[in-house]
């Protein structure tokens, strides 16, 4: 074959690799949600809607639309204080349409010595327990202890222990969070534990909120895999006031803020993510209002940045 009929046939090659109609059937064979607005199931995190009790919380989530909800440990911890039993509940749940991919979270689970670590896990069982029992999929790693001057090496052989822990004993997938107002701040020093730890299992919770005022930023979100993460929590924070003094309490709406959603979704697409978008709010200006009326206003929201997105 001479030099050009060779070039023409890859020319032909490659346009039948990006013909519109052959990304249109990949695009309509892959699994959407909230019919067909979402890539991705929506969640609701219980503290968008706290005051409301837990089996209230699960009922709002289905009655507004949501395709899971996303616990905190002290409300498993205090359901089951008051005779509930979890195992039922994770059924409750799934009756009525809804699942649980994270519970929130493993508290103190990351000491910066080996004699801490091993007082720890008494709780970081119990914890792990209630999870499973309710039927999570994924339990929150919370770096809240770490130390201010925490030796990554360390953390990430902790990490480690806690994801086989989880796996062997829970049939749980243990993934990591970052926070601002803790040691471990940003994406960055989540992932850099994530991959030091050397395991499959291990994974990382972004946070809009906390990738803008740790000022880490959301740009190194498309150099990461999007199977490196296990769920994805959303909100938008204001303008005001500046970012230095932005608490979790200043968290709105998606859409209602200054944060570059759409370019969030669009990298989260990208880098191949399927798993949940989590609505996470702790506005107390929120709790006073009708619950019912914020989880629907939330689910709305989110569906509007996500088809603004166009993903």
Same mark, same amino acid.
């Given at each position: 074959?001479?030099?050009?009929?060779?070039?023409?046939?890859?020319?032909?090659?490659?346009?039948?690799?990006?013909?519109?109609?052959?990304?249109?059937?990949?695009?309509?064979?892959?699994?959407?949600?909230?019919?067909?607005?979402?890539?991705?199931?929506?969640?609701?995190?219980?503290?968008?809607?706290?005051?409301?009790?837990?089996?209230?919380?699960?009922?709002?989530?289905?009655?507004?639309?949501?395709?899971?909800?996303?616990?905190?440990?002290?409300?498993?911890?205090?359901?089951?204080?008051?005779?509930?039993?979890?195992?039922?509940? /994770?059924? !409750?749940?799934?009756? $009525?349409?809804?699942?649980?991919?994270?519970? *929130?979270?493993?508290?103190?689970?990351? @000491?910066? #010595?080996?004699?801490?670590?091993d007082e720890s896990l008494k709780d970081t069982r119990r914890r792990m327990?209630?999870?499973?029992?309710?039927?999570?999929?994924?339990?929150?790693?919370?770096?809240?202890?770490?130390?201010?001057?925490?030796?990554?090496?360390?953390?990430?052989?902790?990490?480690?222990?806690?994801?086989?822990?989880?796996?062997?004993?829970?049939?749980?997938?243990?993934?990591?969070?970052?926070?601002?107002?803790?040691?471990?701040?940003?994406?960055g020093q989540a992932m850099a534990v994530a991959i030091d730890a050397n395991?499959?299992?291990?994974?990382?919770?972004?946070?809009?909120?906390?990738?803008?005022?740790?000022?880490? /930023?959301? !740009?190194?979100?498309? $150099?990461?895999?999007?199977?490196?993460?296990? *769920?994805?929590?959303?909100?938008?924070? @204001?303008? #005001?006031?500046?970012?230095?003094?932005?608490?979790?309490?200043?968290?709105?709406?998606?859409?209602?803020?200054?944060?570059?959603?759409?370019?969030?979704?669009?990298?989260?697409?990208?880098?191949?993510?399927?798993?949940?978008?989590?609505?996470?709010?702790?506005?107390?200006?929120?709790?006073?209002?009708?619950?019912?009326?914020?989880?629907?206003?939330?689910?709305?929201?989110?569906?509007?940045?996500?088809?603004?997105?166009?993903?």
């Amino acid at each position: 074959m001479d030099r050009r009929k060779f070039i023409s046939l890859g020319a032909a090659s490659s346009a039948l690799l990006v013909s519109p109609h052959i990304q249109h059937t990949n695009t309509a064979t892959q699994k959407r949600y909230q019919k067909g607005k979402s890539p991705w199931p929506i969640c609701l995190d219980t503290a968008t809607i706290r005051p409301a009790s837990l089996r209230d919380k699960i009922t709002i989530a289905a009655k507004a639309g949501y395709d899971a909800i996303e616990p905190w440990d002290s409300e498993l911890e205090k359901f089951e204080a008051e005779g509930g039993n979890l195992k039922d509940l /994770g059924k !409750e749940i799934r009756d $009525l349409g809804l699942f649980v991919p994270s519970v *929130i979270g493993l508290w103190n689970a990351l @000491p910066p #010595t080996q004699a801490l670590f091993d007082e720890s896990l008494k709780d970081t069982r119990r914890r792990m327990r209630m999870a499973a029992d309710i039927g999570s999929q994924h339990i929150q790693t919370i770096p809240n202890t770490v130390g201010d001057h925490y030796e990554q090496q360390w953390v990430a052989n902790r990490y480690r222990d806690l994801i086989e822990l989880a796996k062997n004993d829970y049939n749980l997938e243990a993934a990591l969070v970052f926070v601002k107002y803790f040691p471990l701040k940003t994406l960055g020093q989540a992932m850099a534990v994530a991959i030091d730890a050397n395991h499959p299992g291990a994974l990382v919770i972004p946070d809009t909120y906390h990738m803008h005022i740790s000022e880490g /930023g959301f !740009e190194g979100l498309s $150099l990461i895999s999007g199977k490196s993460i296990a *769920i994805f929590q959303f909100s938008d924070a @204001p303008a #005001t006031p500046t970012i230095e003094k932005l608490e979790d309490s200043h968290r709105v709406y998606p859409g209602d803020g200054i944060l570059p959603l759409t370019k969030v979704l669009q990298d989260l697409k990208a880098i191949g993510f399927e798993k949940c978008i989590s609505l996470e709010l702790y506005n107390p200006e929120y709790w006073k209002q009708d619950l019912q009326q914020v989880a629907e206003t939330g689910l709305r929201k989110t569906l509007a940045v996500i088809s603004e997105a166009g993903v």
